[in-house]
């Protein structure tokens, strides 16, 4: 069995409306799934690997990434052009990145959450949202994959590679590659505690095929790393268990997808709701935060 790379990555935000504006409109995702309030971006399909989600916790003071977290999330892009189209739309915004001597690009959103934009050629498919500010060769084409910070980094190879099978990448990195795409988990050493809040990473979760989840569930339950049961999203299933280093785990399922409960066309427009809490809609559209609007974002408005 191998992974699919990364599935999707879960933030904390505290602010939903700034979030769904620099996400939407600025990073040119598209809002393609909203619960209460769980927020997804993505491609134009929602599919996995493109997946970057909010929890939002209205107020939440700000955390910071420590041992046990993930400190940043790894975007591919197709080419150094496409950097410089980043750097200069992320300046008109007030965001001031950094350019390091490999040619990435890192920049931090409102929150602090750290992004690298990664260019290069890579056998998987682009996964692309269609936004009129961002040229469709510039845009995000889906996860490069994450770092995180570890005590100590050597604690987790045996679980990576012989539990979930990643095969090492450099000295303190791994690759999660199946069929169709892949992704990279990499460290970096630190002894700093991480505070959990506004603008950290709550989990990473790895792509499975459906008719794999149960048997990743007991594979990672005889390595002792004591997971969730199956969990049922509705969109996805789920099990959770962290790695030696700390860092929360998901592995999630390739569907049933976003289109599980409205059309692709006007995906993440309506507030989606599980059918035992449908009568609740009118309370809850009541009392959650208000977003802004999604068409008038994605028509560059």
Do not use: C
Request: glycine letters at 10%; zero cysteines; charged letters at 25%.
């Amino acid at each position: 069995m191998k992974l699919e790379g990364v599935h999707h990555v879960t933030a904390i935000t505290g602010d939903a409306p700034r979030n769904v504006d620099f996400y939407a409109r600025v990073l040119g995702l598209r809002l393609v799934k909203k619960t209460v309030y769980h927020l997804f971006y993505g491609d134009d399909e929602g599919a996995p690997g493109n997946d970057i989600t909010f929890f939002e916790y209205p107020g939440a003071r700000r955390g910071s990434a420590g041992a046990g977290m993930v400190h940043t999330v790894g975007w591919r892009i197709a080419s150094p052009e496409a950097i410089d189209f980043w750097e200069s739309r992320l300046a008109d915004e007030g965001i001031a990145g950094e350019r390091y001597e490999d040619g990435a690009f890192a920049f931090r959103d409102s929150e602090g959450l750290r992004h690298a934009l990664i260019s290069g050629e890579s056998e998987d498919e682009p996964l692309i949202a269609d936004h009129p500010e961002v040229p469709k060769e510039f845009a995000l084409q889906g996860f490069h994959g994450v770092r995180a910070y570890a005590h100590d980094p050597e604690q987790s190879r045996r679980f990576l590679e012989e539990t979930l099978e990643f095969e090492p990448s450099g000295e303190t990195g791994w690759e999660a590659r199946g069929a169709h795409r892949g992704g990279l988990y990499l460290y970096d050493q630190s002894d700093e505690r991480g505070v959990p809040g506004a603008g950290t990473v709550h989990h990473v979760a790895w792509a499975s095929p459906m008719h794999e989840h149960e048997a990743w569930q007991r594979r990672v339950a005889e390595s002792s790393a004591s997971p969730t049961p199956v969990i049922d999203r509705f969109y996805f299933k789920s099990i959770y268990f962290r790695e030696p280093s700390g860092v929360l785990f998901e592995i999630a399922t390739v569907g049933p997808g976003f289109t599980a409960d409205e059309p692709l066309e006007t995906l993440g427009e309506r507030l989606s709701l599980p059918p035992n809490f449908e009568h609740l809609r009118d309370r809850l559209e009541g009392v959650l935060t208000p977003l802004p609007d999604l068409r008038a974002l994605r028509a560059g408005k």
